[in-house]
C-alpha cells in the first residue's frame, strides 16, 4: 500500500482486510501480503480499524451463520433464525449445531423460533397417531360425499330410463290397442291409463328440476367447493415461500397454511428419523401413497369385516379409487412440492445456494444422490402420472362415461364438476398447477417466481372468466373471486421485492418486451382485417355472414321442436325438464339469451326492458300475422303445460 504509517494501512468502517482464514491478519505485514481492503460481505458488520494489532475482521450478523473454512460467506438462517448467534463462525445457541444451526441431539427437535427441545416434553409421539385418526376420518368422509354424489347421479340417470321406457310401453300399448274394434275400446283405455301413468312420470320428470337442479348434489357441490379453496389455499403457500421480507401479520398467517403443501414438521419427524435429509425428505414425500395406502386399508378392512359380520358395510371399490383421486387431485400442488423440494433452492446473503426446504444442506449437493432415487419415483408416479391418468379419462371418457358404470363411478370426478363444453378444463388445471410448484426449481430469485407465477397463472384465470367452465354457477364465481384475491396479494407482494439487477433484470426485460410484441401484433392483425374489408370485401376476426350451412342446421332444430311436441306434450315438458335439470348454469343463461333474441328477431316479441332489439320491428303484414301465430302458439303450449301440471298434482 506504500504507506510510512501502519495506521494508514487500516481498512475504513464498512470495509475488511480479507487476511483469513490461512493468512496472518497482522497490521504490520498489510504490505508484504499485498492485499486490498474490499467492501463488507452482505450478513457481516465491518467496522474496520485494527485490535491489538490485527485487522479487525467482518462479524456475521445474528441471524446468519458461517463456517471457518470460508469466513466470508454468510448463510441465512432460515429455521434456526436467531439461534444463529453471529459474531464467529460456527456460533450456534439453544443446543442447535451444524450449517445454518439446522441440527440438534439425538432425541431433540427444533422449535420455530426456539431451542431445540427434548421430544417427550412436546408430545411428540402423540402427534403422529392423532395426524393418522385424522386422515382416516378425512377420508371416510370424502368417500360418503363421493358414494352420495355418485348414487344422486346414478338414481337421476334410471329415473330417466324408467321413465322413457314406460313411455315406449305406452305408445306400444296405443298402437296394439287400435288395431282391432274389439280391442279399440279397451286399448283406449288401456292408453288412457297409459297416458295417465305418462303424465305422471312426465310431471315427476318435470318436477325434478327441484330436486336435481344443484346436481351433481349438494354434497358434491361442497366437495368441489372444498377442493377450489384448498387448491388455491396451496397456492398461496407457494407464493409465501417466495424469499422476500413478508409483513409479521401475513407471514403468521402463511405458516398456518403450510400444512397444505404436506409440511410435516409439526408432527416433529426429528424424533424418530433424525436431521439427516432422508429423515428430512422421506416423511413429506410419502404422504401421497400414504393416503393411498390408507385408503386401501379402510376398503380391505370393510371387505373383511363385512365377510365376517355382514351388516359391516362393504365400501364400494370404485369409488374408493375415485376418494383416492379426489385427494391426490386436490392436492397436487403439495403432492409436486414435496416431491421436487429437493431440487429447490434459495440464496444466501453472500454463500452459495442452499436447499430451499431443507436447511442444513447445500443445493443439488452430493447428499441429494441418497433420496434421489426415491424422487425420481415419486416424478413419474405422481407427479407425471396423474396428468398422464387424467389425459387418459379425458380420451377415453365421450366413449365409455354413459355406457361404463364403473368408469363413471371411478372417474366421474375429473369431468362431472365442469361444464359438458369444458370437460376438459381440469387437466388444464392441472397443468397451471404443475407449472407453478416447479417455479422454485426453475429459479431461485424471488422476483422472477413472481412474474413466472403470473406468466402461468393468469392465462388460466382469464380464460376461466371468460368461458365459465365449472358446471355449477357458484363455483364459478367462487373460483374468480379466490383467483382474483392470489392475484392482488402476488402484485402486492412484487412492490417489496428489490430492484433487478443484472441477468434478471434483463430476463425480465425479454418477457415484456415479448407481452408487449404479442400485443401489438394481435391489435395489427385485427386492424389489417379491417383494412381487408376495405378493400377487398373479406374478413377473418370481423362480424361476417354465418355459413348457410348453419342457417340451415339452424332451422332444421327449430322445426325437431315441432317433432316432439306432435309425438305427446308430456314426454316432450319431461325431455326439456331433465335437459335443462343437467345443464351448467351458464349455458342456460346462454340459452335464456338466445330465446330474448329469438322472440325479438324472428318472432316480433316486444324487448320488455331487455336492451335494444337486434334488429327493428317487422311492420308489414306478414310481421303482424307471424307475432299473432308464434303467440297463438306460445299460449297454446302454455296452456298444455299448466293443464298438465294440474293434473299431475291431483
Same mark, same amino acid.
Given at each position: 500500500?506504500?504507506?510510512?504509517?501502519?495506521?494508514?494501512?487500516?481498512?475504513?468502517?464498512?470495509?475488511?482486510?480479507?487476511?483469513?482464514?490461512?493468512?496472518?491478519?497482522?497490521?504490520?505485514?498489510?504490505?508484504?501480503?499485498?492485499?486490498?481492503?474490499?467492501?463488507?460481505?452482505?450478513?457481516?458488520?465491518?467496522?474496520?480499524?485494527?485490535?491489538?494489532?490485527?485487522? !479487525?475482521?467482518?462479524?456475521?450478523?445474528?441471524?446468519?451463520?458461517?463456517?471457518?473454512?470460508?469466513?466470508?460467506?454468510?448463510?441465512?438462517?432460515?429455521?434456526?433464525?436467531?439461534?444463529?448467534?453471529?459474531?464467529?463462525?460456527?456460533?450456534?445457541?439453544?443446543?442447535?449445531?451444524?450449517?445454518?444451526?439446522?441440527?440438534? #441431539?439425538?432425541?431433540?427437535?427444533?422449535?420455530?423460533?426456539?431451542?431445540?427441545?427434548?421430544?417427550?416434553?412436546?408430545?411428540?409421539?402423540?402427534?403422529?397417531?392423532?395426524?393418522?385418526?385424522?386422515?382416516?376420518?378425512?377420508?371416510?368422509?370424502?368417500?360418503?360425499?363421493?358414494?352420495?354424489?355418485?348414487?344422486?347421479?346414478?338414481?337421476?340417470?334410471?329415473?330417466?330410463?324408467?321413465?322413457?321406457?314406460? /313411455?315406449?310401453?305406452?305408445?306400444?300399448?296405443?298402437?296394439?290397442?287400435?288395431?282391432?274394434?274389439?280391442?279399440?275400446?279397451?286399448?283406449?283405455?288401456?292408453?288412457?291409463?297409459?297416458?295417465?301413468?305418462?303424465?305422471?312420470?312426465?310431471?315427476?320428470?318435470?318436477?325434478?328440476?327441484?330436486?336435481?337442479?344443484?346436481?351433481?348434489?349438494?354434497?358434491?357441490?361442497?366437495?368441489?367447493?372444498?377442493? !377450489?379453496?384448498?387448491?388455491?389455499?396451496?397456492?398461496?403457500?407457494?407464493?409465501?415461500?417466495?424469499?422476500?421480507?413478508?409483513?409479521?401479520?401475513?407471514?403468521?398467517?402463511?405458516?398456518?397454511?403450510?400444512?397444505?403443501?404436506?409440511?410435516?414438521?409439526?408432527?416433529?419427524?426429528?424424533?424418530?428419523?433424525?436431521?439427516?435429509?432422508?429423515?428430512?425428505?422421506?416423511?413429506?414425500? =410419502?404422504?401421497?401413497?400414504?393416503?393411498?395406502?390408507?385408503?386401501?386399508?379402510?376398503?380391505?378392512?370393510?371387505?373383511?369385516?363385512?365377510?365376517?359380520?355382514?351388516?359391516?358395510?362393504?365400501?364400494?371399490?370404485?369409488?374408493?379409487?375415485?376418494?383416492?383421486?379426489?385427494?391426490?387431485?386436490?392436492?397436487?400442488?403439495?403432492?409436486?412440492?414435496?416431491? !421436487?423440494?429437493?431440487?429447490?433452492?434459495?440464496?444466501?446473503?453472500?454463500?452459495? +445456494?442452499?436447499?430451499?426446504?431443507?436447511?442444513?444442506?447445500?443445493?443439488?449437493?452430493?447428499?441429494?444422490?441418497?433420496?434421489?432415487?426415491?424422487?425420481?419415483?415419486?416424478?413419474?408416479?405422481?407427479?407425471?402420472?396423474?396428468?398422464?391418468?387424467?389425459?387418459?379419462?379425458?380420451?377415453?371418457?365421450?366413449?365409455?362415461?354413459?355406457?361404463?358404470?364403473?368408469?363413471?363411478?371411478?372417474?366421474?370426478?375429473?369431468?362431472?364438476?365442469?361444464?359438458?363444453?369444458?370437460?376438459?378444463?381440469?387437466?388444464?388445471? =392441472?397443468?397451471?398447477?404443475?407449472?407453478?410448484?416447479?417455479?422454485?426449481?426453475?429459479?431461485?430469485?424471488?422476483?422472477? /417466481?413472481?412474474?413466472?407465477?403470473?406468466?402461468?397463472?393468469?392465462?388460466?384465470?382469464?380464460?376461466?372468466?371468460?368461458?365459465?367452465?365449472?358446471?355449477?354457477?357458484?363455483?364459478?364465481?367462487?373460483?374468480?373471486?379466490?383467483?382474483? +384475491?392470489?392475484?392482488?396479494?402476488?402484485?402486492?407482494?412484487?412492490?417489496?421485492?428489490?430492484?433487478?439487477?443484472?441477468?434478471?433484470?434483463?430476463?425480465?426485460?425479454?418477457?415484456?418486451?415479448?407481452?408487449?410484441?404479442?400485443?401489438?401484433?394481435?391489435?395489427?392483425?385485427?386492424?389489417?382485417?379491417?383494412?381487408?374489408?376495405?378493400?377487398?370485401?373479406?374478413?377473418?376476426?370481423?362480424?361476417?355472414?354465418?355459413?348457410?350451412?348453419?342457417?340451415?342446421?339452424?332451422?332444421?332444430?327449430?322445426?325437431?321442436?315441432?317433432?316432439?311436441?306432435?309425438?305427446?306434450?308430456?314426454?316432450?315438458?319431461?325431455?326439456?325438464?331433465?335437459?335443462?335439470?343437467?345443464?351448467?348454469?351458464?349455458?342456460?343463461?346462454?340459452?335464456?339469451?338466445?330465446?330474448?333474441?329469438?322472440?325479438?328477431?324472428?318472432?316480433?316479441?316486444?324487448?320488455?326492458? #331487455?336492451?335494444?332489439?337486434?334488429?327493428?320491428?317487422?311492420?308489414?303484414?306478414?310481421?303482424?300475422?307471424?307475432?299473432?301465430?308464434?303467440?297463438?302458439?306460445?299460449?297454446?303450449?302454455?296452456?298444455?303445460?299448466?293443464?298438465?301440471?294440474?293434473?299431475?298434482?291431483?
Amino acid at each position: 500500500m506504500g504507506s510510512l504509517s501502519s495506521q494508514d494501512c487500516l481498512c475504513e468502517s464498512g470495509t475488511f482486510y480479507p487476511c483469513q482464514p490461512s493468512k496472518s491478519c497482522s497490521v504490520n505485514k498489510t504490505t508484504e501480503l499485498g492485499l486490498q481492503c474490499e467492501a463488507c460481505p452482505v450478513g457481516f458488520n465491518c467496522a474496520g480499524e485494527s485490535v491489538a494489532g490485527k485487522h !479487525v475482521q467482518p462479524a456475521v450478523s445474528v441471524g446468519k451463520y458461517t463456517v471457518k473454512e470460508k469466513p466470508y460467506e454468510a448463510y441465512e438462517c432460515r429455521v434456526a433464525k436467531k439461534l444463529c448467534l453471529g459474531g464467529g463462525a460456527e456460533q450456534c445457541g439453544g443446543g442447535s449445531s451444524g450449517l445454518q444451526c439446522a441440527n440438534c #441431539k439425538e432425541g431433540q427437535y427444533l422449535m420455530p423460533d426456539g431451542e431445540c427441545t427434548p421430544c417427550e416434553e412436546g408430545g411428540s409421539f402423540a402427534f403422529a397417531p392423532l395426524a393418522i385418526i385424522l386422515a382416516v376420518v378425512v377420508m371416510c368422509v370424502l368417500y360418503k360425499l363421493n358414494v352420495k354424489k355418485g348414487e344422486k347421479l346414478e338414481a337421476q340417470r334410471l329415473q330417466y330410463q324408467e321413465d322413457t321406457g314406460k /313411455q315406449k310401453k305406452d305408445e306400444a300399448s296405443q298402437r296394439a290397442g287400435g288395431s282391432t274394434s274389439a280391442g279399440g275400446t279397451a286399448g283406449n283405455a288401456g292408453a288412457n291409463a297409459g297416458n295417465g301413468a305418462s303424465a305422471g312420470n312426465a310431471a315427476a320428470a318435470a318436477s325434478t328440476p327441484s330436486v336435481i337442479a344443484t346436481a351433481p348434489g349438494a354434497s358434491g357441490i361442497f366437495a368441489e367447493c372444498m377442493g !377450489v379453496i384448498i387448491s388455491v389455499l396451496q397456492l398461496f403457500a407457494v407464493v409465501a415461500l417466495f424469499d422476500i421480507e413478508w409483513p409479521k401479520a401475513f407471514k403468521d398467517l402463511m405458516n398456518a397454511l403450510m400444512i397444505f403443501l404436506f409440511n410435516v414438521d409439526a408432527l416433529r419427524p426429528s424424533c424418530f428419523f433424525g436431521f439427516g435429509l432422508p429423515s428430512r425428505y422421506l416423511p413429506g414425500v =410419502m404422504v401421497p401413497p400414504f393416503f393411498c395406502l390408507l385408503m386401501f386399508a379402510i376398503w380391505g378392512s370393510s371387505v373383511i369385516g363385512n365377510k365376517i359380520v355382514p351388516k359391516i358395510h362393504r365400501m364400494d371399490g370404485d369409488y374408493m379409487i375415485s376418494t383416492m383421486g379426489t385427494v391426490l387431485t386436490a392436492l397436487y400442488i403439495a403432492v409436486c412440492k414435496c416431491i !421436487v423440494n429437493i431440487f429447490e433452492c434459495r440464496k444466501n446473503p453472500s454463500a452459495p +445456494t442452499t436447499m430451499s426446504s431443507h436447511d442444513g444442506f447445500m443445493c443439488l449437493d452430493e447428499a441429494i444422490l441418497v433420496v434421489l432415487p426415491i424422487a425420481i419415483l415419486g416424478i413419474l408416479v405422481f407427479t407425471i402420472g396423474l396428468p398422464a391418468l387424467l389425459a387418459w379419462v379425458l380420451t377415453t371418457g365421450p366413449k365409455r362415461y354413459h355406457v361404463d358404470l364403473s368408469f363413471r363411478k371411478r372417474f366421474g370426478f375429473l369431468v362431472n364438476k365442469w361444464n359438458p363444453r369444458w370437460y376438459y378444463w381440469g387437466l388444464i388445471v =392441472m397443468l397451471r398447477n404443475l407449472l407453478v410448484s416447479l417455479i422454485a426449481v426453475m429459479t431461485p430469485d424471488p422476483l422472477m /417466481q413472481f412474474v413466472l407465477l403470473i406468466l402461468f397463472f393468469s392465462p388460466v384465470f382469464a380464460l376461466t372468466l371468460a368461458n365459465a367452465p365449472w358446471r355449477e354457477e357458484g363455483l364459478n364465481f367462487l373460483d374468480m373471486f379466490i383467483s382474483a +384475491t392470489l392475484l392482488i396479494t402476488v402484485l402486492l407482494a412484487v412492490t417489496m421485492v428489490p430492484v433487478p439487477v443484472g441477468g434478471t433484470k434483463d430476463v425480465i426485460g425479454v418477457f415484456m418486451v415479448l407481452v408487449f410484441v404479442v400485443g401489438m401484433l394481435a391489435a395489427v392483425g385485427i386492424l389489417l382485417d379491417v383494412v381487408n374489408i376495405l378493400l377487398r370485401g373479406k374478413t377473418i376476426f370481423s362480424r361476417k355472414p354465418l355459413d348457410p350451412a348453419f342457417q340451415l342446421a339452424f332451422i332444421a332444430t327449430m322445426l325437431k321442436f315441432e317433432a316432439m311436441h306432435k309425438l305427446g306434450d308430456e314426454q316432450m315438458f319431461a325431455d326439456v325438464a331433465r335437459f335443462f335439470s343437467e345443464l351448467p348454469m351458464a349455458d342456460g343463461k346462454r340459452i335464456a339469451t338466445v330465446m330474448d333474441v329469438l322472440d325479438v328477431g324472428l318472432f316480433q316479441e316486444d324487448m320488455k326492458g #331487455k336492451g335494444i332489439a337486434p334488429n327493428p320491428p317487422r311492420t308489414d303484414e306478414r310481421g303482424a300475422e307471424l307475432k299473432r301465430s308464434t303467440s297463438e302458439k306460445a299460449t297454446e303450449i302454455k296452456r298444455a303445460s299448466s293443464k298438465l301440471m294440474e293434473n299431475t298434482s291431483l
